[in-house]
Structures are given as structure tokens and as C-alpha cells.
């Protein structure tokens, strides 16, 4: 097994500039479902398919058949098993694949965290990691992670790394950012010597808001030819989503270029184009999600209409909304009996009218976040060919100028302890809610106080 990137469009530098590729995993000969299985390509800019427990979200494998065109491309992180300090899964030889029940055709990344959990109370020391789960703390050390690596046999991991969460003033307040250097490093060096396993590895960048220590960090990494692309994941650091992205920046311009660049927490389509015009190249799709949870479905194009990459048998839409995603709690969705958006090719829109999936939001069923997570995804998926359409013309800077204005994108100047509220602020909502809008508790919903001509603003 071989996972090589590809840039395209491109020379490979230093800057941090857009650009486009293609990861490819060379599975060694074998057969996948009868055939001999060629190269598995992830085209980039692109995602990994956000999971929980293995599966995504609201979709049983056979129902995710109906999203099409998804990447071929799946993350998995390890604290959903961690059940116990030993999780079960690492006594299932057979490896990951199969435990999830995913075809051989799908590049699978193991990490160790959940993008979507902002706040984290467990401490890790300079041996382990700590993580929280439903049973209590749960420690994790490197030498476990790659032992767990080494039964699941994914094709990628990130190994464990040491979570910065506090504010800026932390940063002339003593030396846990120093720490967290170093404590990274150390667990890289010991997860590398215990794998066995021969899978890539993405290294976690370090470094949190300190430049000097990021310099560090990023200069540790870029002489080493054992690790095949970097981890972005400043998920906690109570900055700007900017300023996220600028310290990125910082990093990678002491990193190799030609190495792929995965940033977790950036899944918002606004997040997504300022760090596309970056230099990121991987992202996970946890947002499309967030969107589903709240009972909406989405709306935003990047452009006027949907770009010329659409399949055939999907028909243009005329004029992009102005709102970022439409709110089927709205009792104006009682009798409209039109589609989530008109002219989407998507399961769900084919099929099914905003009425039916308002009344089954009202009705508390579980089918509401299944057909408006199929129309998410789908939705997701065209984002992401209209930013690889937009980037081979040349259009990206404007396009994503463009959008931003549209949908309301708030920009901030300074840097501040919070994060702005934004159009794509979902995410950020389902950070701090604990339940689905299918959920048999009664919720207090924000849609009969927001307008839908304002949902974007």
C-alpha cells in the first residue's frame, strides 16, 4: 500500500497559496468486491466524510448509497471507542474496514478527537493524552494509539497530540505552550517507533498562537521523510476562525509544499474558502451535519448558479439565495410544497417537499434529519466541485469575495477572546447542544423568531 499526493495546476512552494491535487492510495494487488481494484483518487480541495461511531451521521450504509459522488474518503475518530482504556475495537484483527462495515475502496483516516467538541476538561501529562468519554477519563498513550493503528490497519493516522485551549493571555503566562510542543513531538517520535502497521501519517502541526514556538514546531517536522502530510487542529483556541487560518499560514511556510494539508474545524463553506485560498487541501465534513441538526437544509452556492461540473440530469439554478441555508421550522414551510431548493438533483429534493419535512420536524421523526442530511451532503459535495471549478479558471479571490458579501460573512479586524456570529455559525450551535431536532424533548426552537430573509445576516 502506497498513499502519494499529486499537486496540479500548481508548482509545488513555499507560499501559501490555492491549489489543487489529488491524494492517491495504490492498495498493493488484490480484489475489492470481484475486481481488481485500481488507485483510490481524493481530488483536492475535498473532505473526508465526518462520522460518529463509524457511521455517518443519520445515514445507514445502505441509505448513504443515495448521497452519490461522495469522496471516497472517510475520517474515524478513536474517542468514540474509548469505552474503556483498552476499547474493544483494538482486539479486532481484521482491521477497520471491515469493523465499520466500509467497502476496501475507501481511504479511511483514524484520529483521535472529535472536530465538533470545542471544550475538553481532561489533561493530558507527558505520558498520555487524555480524553473525555461517557465513562470518565480516558488516557491514551502514543505507544497505545499506534498498538490500536496496528490492529484497525487504517490507511492514514494522526497521532495523538497535546490540545491547546486557552486564550491568548495564556501565552505570556507560563509554559504550556511549550509543553504542548514538546509533548507532541515526543508522542509522534513513540507513536512512529510502535507502528508496525505500514500506514501514512499525517503530523499534527504544533505550535498553538505562539509564532516562535510554531517556527519550532514547523521546523521539527519538515526535515522528516516519515511522515506524509500535516494536521492542522486548533479547534479549542478561543480565537477567530482568521486568525486560526493565519497561524496556519505561518506554519506552512516552513513546511513542505508538496505535502498535503489537512485543517479540522474550518467544514464551514466560509471557513472553507479563506483556507482554501490558504494553501489547505483537506477538510472533514462535520458542517453539513451541524446544518442537519439544526433542521436546515442548505442554500448557499459559490457564484450565481451552479457551476458547469453538475451532472446533466441536473437542472441550473437560476439565481443563488441570499440566505446561506433555508429553516424548515418556519410555519411558512407548513404548505409550501416546493423542493428544498429548486432544480437540486439530490434524494431528497427529487422526491420530497419542504411540507412533508417540516411536519416531520414538528413530529419529532427520525426521517427529517435522514432526508435533510442526504440534501447536505449532496449540497457539500457541489460546494466543493465549484471550488475546484473555480479554482482551474482562475476565479477563486473573487468568487469567495463574493460570497462572503452575499451570505453576511462577518470579517474581524481584531482578534478578541469570542468567536463573531456568522451566517455559517452552526457549528458553533452544535457545539453546545447535546440534542437532535428529532429528539422526543420538547426544544426551543430560534425559527419563529427569525425570519428567513434574515437567517443569513
Known amino acids: 500500500m502506497a ?6 495546476g500548481v508548482k509545488a512552494s513555499g507560499a501559501a497559496v490555492p491549489r489543487t491535487g489529488r491524494l492517491v492510495l495504490d492498495r498493493a494487488s488484490g480484489k475489492a468486491g470481484g475486481a481488481e481494484q485500481g488507485p483510490i483518487v481524493l481530488e483536492t480541495p475535498g473532505f ?13 450504509p445502505d441509505v448513504a448509497a443515495e448521497v452519490d459522488t461522495l469522496p471516497a474518503a472517510t475520517r474515524v475518530q478513536l474517542e468514540d471507542f ?7 475495537c483494538g482486539r479486532y484483527s481484521e482491521g477497520l474496514h471491515k469493523f465499520l462495515a466500509l467497502d476496501s475502496s475507501e481511504i479511511l ?8 467538541i470545542y471544550a475538553r476538561t481532561a489533561k493530558p501529562t507527558n505520558a498520555y493524552m487524555a480524553i473525555d468519554s461517557d465513562g470518565g477519563t480516558r488516557r491514551l498513550a502514543a505507544a497505545a494509539f499506534a498498538q490500536l493503528a496496528n490492529s484497525l490497519k487504517p490507511d492514514i493516522v494522526i497521532p495523538p497530540f497535546d490540545v491547546i485551549e486557552d486564550p491568548l493571555p495564556s501565552l505570556t503566562q507560563g509554559k504550556r505552550i511549550s509543553k504542548s510542543v514538546a509533548r507532541t513531538a515526543k508522542w509522534l517520535d513513540d507513536c512512529i517507533a510502535a507502528l508496525t502497521y505500514p500506514v ?23 526535515a522528516r521523510q516519515d511522515i506524509a502530510g500535516y494536521a492542522f487542529n486548533d479547534v479549542g483556541l478561543a480565537v477567530t476562525q482568521d486568525y486560526k487560518l493565519r497561524l496556519a499560514t505561518h506554519s506552512l511556510e516552513k513546511l513542505d509544499a508538496s505535502k498535503p494539508r489537512y485543517m479540522l474545524g474550518a467544514s464551514a463553506p466560509d471557513a472553507v474558502l479563506r483556507a482554501v485560498l490558504g494553501g489547505i487541501d483537506l477538510f472533514d465534513s462535520s458542517y453539513p451535519y451541524a446544518v442537519t441538526e439544526q433542521g436546515f437544509a442548505s442554500t448557499y452556492v459559490l457564484g450565481d448558479s451552479f457551476s458547469c461540473t453538475q451532472p446533466a440530469s441536473e437542472t441550473s439554478v437560476a439565481s443563488a439565495t441570499d440566505a446561506a441555508h433555508l429553516d424548515l421550522w418556519q410555519e411558512s414551510m407548513f404548505a409550501d410544497f416546493g423542493p428544498l431548493v429548486e432544480g ?28 435533510l442530511q442526504i440534501h447536505n451532503l449532496h449540497w457539500y459535495q457541489r460546494f466543493f466541485n465549484d471550488i475546484r471549478a473555480s479554482l482551474a479558471q482562475g476565479l477563486l479571490p473573487a468568487d469567495t469575495e463574493h460570497f462572503l458579501k452575499k451570505y453576511g460573512c462577518e470579517t474581524p479586524q481584531t482578534l478578541g477572546g469570542c468567536r463573531p456570529v456568522q451566517a455559517f455559525g452552526e457549528l458553533d450551535a452544535l457545539a453546545s ?25
Open 48 to 60: 473526508f466524510k465526518y462520522t460518529r461511531h463509524g457511521l455517518q451521521p443519520h445515514l445507514v
Open 200 to 222: 501514512a501519517i499525517f503530523a499534527p502541526v504544533a505550535g498553538s498562537h505562539s509564532l516562535e514556538l510554531r517556527t519550532k514546531a514547523a521546523e521539527s517536522l519538515v
Open 3 to 8: 498513499l502519494h499526493f499529486e499537486l496540479t
Open 344 to 371: 437540486c438533483a439530490c434524494f431528497t429534493c427529487r422526491g420530497h417537499h419542504r411540507s412533508y419535512i417540516h411536519h416531520l420536524l414538528k413530529t419529532k421523526e427520525m426521517l427529517a434529519t435522514v432526508l
Open 433 to 457: 447542544q447535546t440534542l437532535s431536532p428529532t429528539t422526543k424533548i420538547q426544544r426551543k426552537r430560534h425559527a419563529e423568531q427569525q425570519p428567513l430573509e434574515t437567517a443569513a445576516s
Open 82 to 88: 474509548l469505552e474503556t482504556d483498552s476499547p474493544d
Open 109 to 116: 483516516i483514524l484520529d483521535t478527537l472529535d472536530p465538533t
